[in-house]
């Protein structure tokens, strides 16, 4: 099931910097935790290491949830949806936007040669199915 983001979803995703991804354990409690993120148009994408509880967590059960909220203009957008872990070769592909879009690109580079030295970079894509925000809620 695919999802219609508004206008204001979409600048929202565009503007905001960090995200809250909540993923579910394998005792069923939530598990929050904030990322850096990329919204290609359609799906969100998150990089970390494949070791984090996060990427267990999703191995599980890929239901999760991604919030943002802009603090000055009250705005906030939470995603609930379907997450995949990419692994290989195209993890690379899918993180070099997400870096550039919070750093310079020698900046990004220095940082992806930085975090990935290990090679256990994973990539999380989040396929929405529910969106609720505040101009949901009236």
């Known amino acids: ?13 565009r503007r905001m910097r960090n ?13 929050l935790g904030p990322v850096w993120y990329f919204f290609d148009g359609e799906t969100i994408r998150v990089s970390t290491p494949d070791w984090t509880t996060k990427v267990a ?14 603090q000055v203009s009250g705005e906030y957008l939470t995603i609930y949806g379907h997450a995949a872990i990419v692994t290989g070769e195209r993890v690379t592909e899918l993180t070099e936007p997400l870096l550039l879009a919070y750093l310079q690109p020698d900046e990004a580079a220095a940082r992806w ?12 894509v989040i396929t929405p ?3 609720a925000g505040r101009e949901n809620v009236r």
């Not at 099931?1 to 995703?13: E, G, K, T, Y």
């Not at 995200?19 to 598990?31: D, E, F, K, Q, V």
């Not at 967590?57 to 802009?70: L, N």
């Open 19 to 31: 995200g809250t991804l909540g993923t579910i354990s394998a005792r069923g409690w939530p598990h």
């Open 1 to 13: 099931m695919s999802v219609q983001f508004s206008d204001a979803q979409v600048a929202l995703l």
């Open 57 to 70: 967590d999703i191995r599980a059960d890929d239901r999760v949830a991604f919030c943002v909220d802009d």
């Open 113 to 124: 040669a930085r975090i990935n030295a290990d090679g256990s970079r994973v990539v999380i």
């Open 129 to 131: 199915t529910r969106l």
